[in-house]
């Protein structure tokens, strides 16, 4: 396979922004000639190795930062979009999508937020109770996706907030857990706390300073809520200057992101970054005992493996999701070159759907996409039950890897052949470029099909 240039001239800008540098500055520091940076920094040369070696040297770059983020999510996104049918010229080829997700981030991002637009519209036509007959059926974008996107597009690590949990983390002396941390600082700010058979999972009344948790919750769980009402009460100003940033278009996507951040805050004040990644490493990520460590559930170690990218300080770059039995993805982080599709569900090989039929296992995978990327895929089943006999109990499965350069740092590696075979899975059929895949349910919008009435196969058409 021949070796990919990098194009990474928003990434170098950005770079040099942040240090405060002219161009001619930075060409010096990179010993390289101002024409020369000119170019890279408008992606007409590629990043060559010598400039990647100065970046590390002289600024103690880690250099991860120009190959994964925000220019290979923008690329599977505009791929996933462009493949939708209302497109009828061919698809731009990957490498014209890298250049437009490298020189121009924003237009590729206004794009998204266009076809986001049209299948919103598109699916309120198709339902008569929102297209006919009421007042309120006016289109507006969906908050949902939009605080989705945010912590997608900023690789699902917010360093501010990460290192505010972090700093309270710290606060926990003396023997005492982060749990009793949270509950002394409860009693100082005088809020009592409650642990009842009949309250939800969470409930403050500012008025009284009163927050009621449900006693019938798990332990993590309970963890996890008292350490979001701490966010809220300790960190409201780093909250709303970060959403102040962020510049959402709606009060209900704010307030939506407003519970994303709390619990951004309560994962990281739960597993502070550095003596998580440390234990991570010691027992080589492996989920339960992690999980017995720090008093937390498995899904909880999963996503937080998944957040740290600390610069600097980073851990292996991990992709994690999680899906309902109905295939639909209800959460998605990735730090590798591993993207999920914006709609719809999971590629059905993947192991993450096989979870459901082995409860309580670890199930491993090693998996290929179809740009030649392989992984060695983990995944379990997760229920949520109610606490109350025929109450609902709510049934996931999580997804959790990394590619497979990173697996023998990984326990669950251990007894696999990593040089055997890898099973093909993909990302969205509609974008899938396999030609032969038997579960493939629509064709891929990039190939021509042959359709023969007298042969049938697997499928009823071949992709030429």
């Not at 940076?37 to 930062?65: C, I, K, W, Y």
């Not at 237009?107 to 919103?120: E, M, P, T």
């Not at 009842?196 to 969470?202: F, G, I, N, T, V």
């Not at 409860?359 to 039950?385: H, I, M, N, W």
């Amino acid at each position: 396979m021949a070796t990919q240039k990098l194009y990474a001239g928003v990434k170098l800008r950005e770079i040099r922004g942040r240090l405060g540098l002219t161009q001619k500055a930075f060409a010096d520091k990179l010993s390289v000639s101002l024409p020369y940076l000119n170019q890279m920094e408008n992606n007409h040369r590629p990043v060559s190795a010598a400039v990647v070696l100065a970046l590390a040297q002289e600024f103690g770059l880690d250099v991860t930062e120009l190959t994964v983020g925000e220019s290979e999510r923008l690329v599977t996104d505009m791929r996933e979009a462009l493949a939708d049918p209302v497109f009828t010229t061919p698809t731009p080829a990957v490498a014209d999508l890298r250049l437009a997700a490298s020189n121009a981030p924003a237009l590729a991002r206004a794009f998204l937020d266009l076809h986001r637009a049209y299948r919103q519209t598109h699916e309120r036509l198709a339902s008569l109770d929102e297209a006919l007959g009421r007042e309120d059926a006016s289109l507006r974008p969906s908050a949902w996706e939009e605080v989705r996107d945010f912590f997608h597009y900023c690789d699902n690590y917010l360093d501010a907030m990460d290192r505010a949990a972090e700093h309270f983390a710290a606060s926990a002396i003396n023997g005492k857990t982060v749990e009793s941390a949270a509950q002394d600082l409860l009693r100082r700010s005088g809020i009592s706390l409650h642990y009842s058979d009949k309250a939800p999972l969470r409930h403050y009344d500012p008025h009284a300073r009163r927050l009621d948790i449900s006693a019938r919750a798990s332990g993590p769980s309970q963890r996890f809520q008292l350490l979001h009402q701490v966010a809220l009460l300790t960190q409201n100003d780093l909250l709303e200057a970060t959403l102040d940033l962020a510049r959402f278009s709606t009060p209900e996507a704010r307030d939506i992101a407003k519970i994303g951040l709390a619990n951004y805050f309560a994962g990281a004040a739960l597993l502070p970054y550095r003596a998580f990644l440390a234990a991570a490493q010691e027992v080589r990520h492996d989920l339960e005992r992690l999980a017995d460590i720090f008093g937390a559930s498995i899904e909880q170690v999963g996503h937080r493996l998944s957040t740290l990218q600390r610069p600097g300080a980073k851990g292996i770059p991990f992709f994690f999701v999680r899906v309902d039995q109905a295939g639909t993805i209800t959460k998605r982080h990735s730090s590798t070159r591993l993207q999920f599709a914006r709609f719809g569900g999971a590629c059905p090989l993947w192991n993450v759907h096989r979870a459901f039929e082995a409860p309580g296992q670890f199930l491993r995978q090693l998996a290929e996409t179809p740009d030649g990327v392989r992984y060695l895929c983990l995944a379990r089943d997760v229920s949520k039950p109610a606490g109350a006999f025929l109450a609902p109990v709510r049934r996931y499965a999580i997804g959790l890897g990394c590619e497979v350069q990173h697996a023998a740092q990984m326990v669950y590696a251990d007894g696999l052949d990593l040089k055997g075979r890898f099973e093909p899975i993909g990302i969205s059929c509609r974008i899938c470029e396999r030609t032969n895949c038997h579960q493939r349910s629509v064709p891929p919008l990039e190939g021509r099909l042959r359709i023969n009435p007298n042969a049938r196969d697997i499928l009823p058409y071949e992709i030429a």
